[in-house]
């Protein structure tokens, strides 16, 4: 027999045993990434923790143990609790306002209407342009003179220039406006979020749902929520880590004013850890986030996982 | 008769809430727009309208803004930052992803729910004992400390994103490559990567507008002006003693919102299909 073309042999590469080996292959492939975050995640994390209970100071680093000293005298200071109180507030507020927001919004969105596209557009917009931004734009509609807010309230006749309050300078109001502009911000994801979630519901669910006699309240509370919970379980995953560790809008709108009253714990924990330059109390401080974001994320995820059985 | 007059205030009412979430979402941008515009006599006035022009509108805060002031350096500094990290990501990112994707078993799973936690572990919470790593290294006030730390989370994010495009593609374009006489890693980088092209550029996307969006670590590793990446700087630098310059600061912050909107809003429907593609089936 003669075969009609001759098989080429390739050489064979010395790494062929790597090559083709999918799971030496597949720890390779992961290998840098894991190494990134192993070295500038995990290894800052346990400094973050050595730093609370050593004396380290930027003035003075050194790495001497003084075990829960620390802790004892950020629990005793009564700064530090309003300022843990202000953070629950502050989290909670925002998420639930911003859910709500959302789940309006996404009603609204849900219909086809001319423009949607347009409108989808917009209402994204506090989601993506970046924080810091948005927040130097609300402070300037907050101004104690000059905000739009206290003029178009005057020109309504609702209160007079003599009486305008003064948004961020008053204690109650500036938790007001750090929580409505965070909730602000957030909302636009929460839209996002609930309608990927409603419209991977199958429609013949629904259909079925409505032949059965299930008004409108019916099917979107015991029909459609069951069904996008896991969905929203990330949102507000997302949701509620990103606002009980921000600093950037209450840095931005008040610096943690008037008098710690929207003092938060990001802020607080930049504050003395890094203005004040007491590494080891500002370490100790951002500890006290971590309690709560597990909490937060263990139960997600649990939940996340019974819901896919 | 009175189904009309139900149906007509049913759509008015419609159309009025779907008008009032536009102005409370676009109102702000509005207002940087209308700030950047106005001459300074016509901004600091309390008795004019303040939602339109009462003098002629002028460009003069944004020649003031590029001449003046450091802000074309911060535009050059956020691009150069985006850029660099949005190398490193890829590079570790895709391989990642694609790896993770193909793992099966609770290795793989147990890594993928890892790389998503560490997207979740805040910068608040890191801040200090990266800041005396970057002064270590002797990278403090230098905007390529960002470059090195803003990967702790493009990477894990991108990872994630990545894993949930790989999981959709079909395992059998892999293993019709290897019958064809391609090794694993020939299937991967000669099949797998320019199939996954627009999912790579959903993830460079994502990382250069995350770059944009970061203010802690910027905040915390950068004072110099020159250094400064463009949302700090317009968000920080614009102040002179206790006097703010509204009008250039809007400029700024108008300027710089709005690569990052038009990215988001191309990129959305992918980006929602990606972070939450473990989550719908």
Request: hydrophobic share 55%; proline share 6%; charged share 10%.
């Amino acid at each position: 027999m003669v075969s009609i073309a001759e098989p080429i042999t390739k050489p064979v590469s010395r790494f062929r045993f790597i090559m083709d080996r999918r799971e030496v292959l597949g720890s390779i492939f992961v290998a840098p990434a894991i190494l990134y975050v192993l070295l500038l995640v995990g290894l800052p994390f346990l400094l973050a923790v050595y730093y609370s209970i050593s004396a380290y100071t930027i003035y003075n680093p050194t790495w001497r143990f003084i075990g829960l000293a620390n802790f004892e005298q950020i629990v005793s200071d009564p700064v530090f609790l309003e300022t843990l109180g202000n953070t629950f507030l502050f989290t909670f507020g925002s998420q639930f306002l911003g859910l709500v927001l959302g789940k309006f919004g996404a009603l609204l969105l849900l219909r086809p209407f001319p423009g949607r596209r347009i409108v989808r557009a917009l209402i994204i917009l506090p989601w993506a342009v970046p924080i810091a931004l948005a927040s130097v734009a609300w402070e300037w509609m907050f101004d104690s003179l000059y905000s739009v807010i206290n003029w178009s309230l005057i020109a309504l006749g609702i209160i007079t220039r003599a009486d305008a309050p003064n948004w961020l300078g008053n204690p109650h109001l500036a938790m007001l406006c750090v929580i409505v502009v965070n909730a602000w911000r957030f909302f636009p994801f929460a839209i996002v979020i609930f309608l990927a979630g409603i419209t991977s519901v199958p429609q013949d669910v629904i259909d079925a749902a409505t032949v059965d006699g299930a008004g409108f309240w019916r099917r979107n509370y015991q029909i459609i929520l069951p069904m996008i919970l896991p969905i929203v379980a990330i949102g507000l995953i997302f949701g509620i880590v990103f606002t009980f560790t921000d600093l950037s809008v209450v840095y931005l709108l008040t610096n943690g004013g008037p008098v710690n009253a929207t003092s938060v714990l990001g802020f607080r924990g930049f504050q003395v850890g890094i203005v004040s330059g007491d590494v080891s109390h500002g370490a100790a401080i951002s500890l006290f986030m971590l309690p709560v974001l597990f909490i937060v994320v263990i139960g997600m995820l649990r939940f996340i996982r019974r819901r896919e059985i | 008769m009175q189904r009309v007059i139900a149906k007509t205030f049913g759509e008015i009412s419609f159309y009025g809430a779907v008008a009032l979430f536009v102005v409370m979402t676009a109102f702000p941008f509005y207002w940087m727009l209308i700030t950047s515009l106005k001459s300074n006599p016509d901004l600091y006035n309390v008795t004019n309208i303040p939602f339109w022009f009462n003098e002629a509108p002028t460009l003069e805060h944004y020649r003031y803004l590029f001449e003046q002031t450091m802000f074309a350096r911060w535009l050059l500094n956020s691009l150069i930052i985006g850029v660099s990290v949005v190398a490193i990501t890829i590079v570790a990112a895709v391989p990642a992803g694609y790896s993770l994707a193909r793992m099966t078993g609770r290795t793989g799973e147990a890594l993928g729910i890892g790389i998503f936690l560490t997207y979740l572990v805040p910068p608040t919470l890191l801040f200090l004992p990266l800041s005396r790593i970057v002064a270590n290294l002797g990278l403090q006030n230098s905007m390529w400390s960002l470059v090195l730390v803003y990967p702790t989370f493009t990477i894990p994010f991108c990872t994630w994103l990545l894993m949930g495009f790989f999981k959709a593609m079909p395992v059998e374009i892999e293993e019709a490559a290897i019958v064809d006489g391609c090794s694993l890693f020939g299937a991967f980088f000669r099949m797998v990567i320019p199939l996954s092209g627009p999912a790579i550029l959903t993830a460079v996307i994502f990382t250069f507008t995350l770059t944009l969006q970061e203010f802690v670590y910027a905040l915390t590793f950068i004072s110099s002006t020159a250094q400064k990446p463009i949302t700090l700087g317009v968000a920080t630098d614009l102040v002179r003693g206790d006097i703010f310059f509204w009008g250039e600061i809007m400029a700024g912050a108008l300027i710089a919102s709005i690569p990052v909107a038009i990215a988001y809003n191309l990129f959305l429907d992918r980006f929602i299909s990606g972070i939450t593609g473990g989550a719908v089936k």
